[in-house]
């Protein structure tokens, strides 16, 4: 038995599969800007995404500090992770001095933008950005972190073609509507539905809620497992202990990757023949099934996964 690798760019096409959205964004790593510490333990992240925080990470009296450490943190960021910024929220009267500050540094991916409730909001930074670095490829992730935000979701989605991602803020929100925190999670699970949802009905990253109790790693494997099951692509992490579960969590497994391979191996062979419908292990395998198989498949490439098939 000989093992083969290819990649899904490779194989039989499928109608109305748009895999040119997808990013690699597992773990968003939270690195307030106002710790050199902390900036320094970054440079050797293994995160998808490193975001240097200026908002809640950062205390009022240390938000100047922040922002004169935030370009040189950019400038020496790892190579090959993304490197973003969270600002602090629109109306608060620090944002534009953050994106200023920010739309320096060419090394900026993208920029985070917490406590979204309008598409405004999203305007106005993508207004700053035209403004500011008007050649800039930056992209942008929308916080939803409020009720108003929830009830605005759509709008928010749709708001300027920078808008790659959408993402949950359990605390915020729970503080915003009075929600009393659960272990059971179950009171947050509308939002995190809509947040999943809207985001894949646009083409949008869904990112998951940060896990408090950063030391119970039983618990961050627990959620996590669970927002990749919703359909979220990523997470939220505060420590660097998390980073590996995480990412882990949100690649597929590879039992995951073998059944995929077995869909999609399936298909290309039925493809060739002019069939349609086909019929593995017992099962019927139709379009939407080959569209979460070549899904899966992609995800694996993202992730450094071998996806392969025994012949």
């Known amino acids: 038995m000989r093992w083969q690798s290819t990649r899904t760019s490779s194989l039989a096409p499928v109608p109305g599969l748009d895999l040119s959205q997808a990013k690699h964004r597992r773990a968003v790593l939270y690195v307030p800007c106002s710790e050199e510490r902390k900036i320094q333990k970054s440079f050797t992240s293994a995160a998808d995404c490193i975001m240097y925080d200026l908002e809640d990470g950062v205390s009022l009296n240390r938000k100047g500090l922040a922002r004169s ?18 600002i ?23 920029i985070m933008i917490p ?14 950005v035209d403004e500011l670095a008007p050649e800039s490829s930056v992209r942008i992730i929308a916080g939803i972190e409020t ?6 979701i759509r709008d928010i989605a749709q708001a300027d073609k920078r808008v790659d991602s959408l993402l949950f803020a359990a ?29 894949h009905a646009y083409k949008l990253q ?18 996590s497992r669970e927002g990749a099951e ?35 191996d399936g298909y290309q062979k039925h493809y060739k023949l002019g069939k ?3 019929d593995l292990d017992g099962k019927a395998i139709d379009m939407p099934v080959v569209k979460w198989a070549y899904r899966v498949l992609h995800r694996a490439e993202l992730a450094g996964i071998d996806a392969k098939i025994a012949e």
């Open 88 to 110: 602090n929220s629109i109306g608060s009267g620090l944002e534009k001095d953050d994106l200023t500050v920010i739309l320096q540094s060419a090394k900026l991916d993208v």
């Open 69 to 86: 450490l935030v370009i040189s943190a950019l400038g020496a960021g790892p190579q090959g992770r993304e490197l973003g910024v969270r």
């Open 230 to 264: 919703m359909g979220f692509t990523g997470k939220q992490v505060i420590h660097p202990a998390q980073v590996d579960i995480v990412q882990e969590c949100f690649a597929p497994s590879m039992e995951t990757v073998a059944k995929a391979w077995r869909i999609v």
């Open 115 to 128: 406590k979204v409730e309008t598409p405004g909001d999203i305007h106005y930074v993508s207004g700053l």
């Open 171 to 199: 605390e915020d929100y729970c503080a915003d509507t009075g929600i009393t925190r659960t272990r059971g999670r179950q009171e947050l699970y509308y939002a995190r539905s809509v947040v999943a949802t809207t985001a």
């Open 206 to 223: 869904a990112i998951d809620m940060v896990t408090m109790d950063f030391r119970d790693m039983d618990v961050l494997r627990e959620e």
């Open 276 to 278: 349609g419908a086909f």
């Open 147 to 152: 009720a108003r935000g929830i009830v605005n």
